[in-house]
């Protein structure tokens, strides 16, 4: 990513990123999950991130049988495809805008912003493991509902969406709000400004999310 920051097209690669994470984030909210949330009802979509930190199999159990039979199965294909496109929806559009911040610093702030846009496209694959661990988890509750998922499958599922939430909600954060203090002082120009408003709106929404939904599940 250094030498990607150093090419005269970075700021090209990097808002087409962007961009690109934008269209992907619509198709999945407007288009591949709207059917499942109709279903499921947008008020109880932020119980599945119960689910995700559920860790033991009484728990994820508890979580997924609070919901109605039909809202079951929906919840499967909010998983797969609807958030496995969401997570490389965030996740493009979050490296693309911290690829853009990292142009407008110097120094080791940029070396830094050349490991930090990798962070949400770690948090995306993460996202996409955790889904599938999730998705077995409910496909198994659908056809056996007197049978607790294997406590494996529910630890790991809770390991790994631990770390997506590290990865999406800490780190990606504390570089992105810390750079844009940074670029502040050295760079006000438009589009720097642009850069900066978006990302900041972006990581602001990101991180308000669990904090809202996380605690209610403990």
């Given amino acids: 990513m250094q030498?990607?920051?150093?090419?005269?097209?970075?700021?090209?690669?990097?808002?087409?990123?962007?961009?690109?994470?934008?269209?992907?984030?619509?198709?999945?909210?407007?288009?591949?999950?709207?059917?499942?949330?109709?279903?499921?009802?947008?008020?109880?979509t932020a119980e599945l991130v119960c689910l995700q930190l559920a860790f033991t199999p009484e728990r994820a159990a508890s979580v997924v049988l609070g919901f109605p039979e039909a809202a079951r199965i929906a919840i499967a294909q909010l998983l797969v495809p609807g958030d496995l496109a969401l997570a490389w929806g965030y996740g493009l559009l979050l490296a693309g805008l911290t690829g853009l911040l990292a142009l407008r610093l110097t120094g080791e702030w940029r070396r830094a912003g050349a490991i930090a846009l990798w962070i949400p496209l770690l948090a995306s694959t993460l996202d996409c493991i955790e889904n599938a661990f999730l998705h077995a988890i409910v496909m198994g509750l659908v056809n056996a509902p007197d049978t607790l998922p294997a406590s494996a499958l529910t630890l790991l599922a809770g390991g790994v969406s631990s770390l997506k939430w590290i990865a999406l909600c800490v780190a990606t954060p504390a570089y992105g709000f810390a750079g844009i203090f940074k670029g502040l002082g050295t760079d006000r120009s438009w589009s720097a400004l642009l850069v900066y408003a978006l990302l900041f709106v972006v990581l602001f929404a990101m991180v308000m999310k669990p904090l809202q939904d996380i605690p209610a599940c403990f």
Avoid: D, H, N
């Fill in 3 to 44: 030498r990607l920051l150093k090419s005269r097209r970075a700021t090209l690669i990097f808002s087409l990123l962007a961009v690109a994470g934008v269209v992907v984030f619509g198709l999945a909210v407007g288009v591949l999950m709207q059917p499942a949330v109709q279903i499921v009802g947008m008020e109880r």
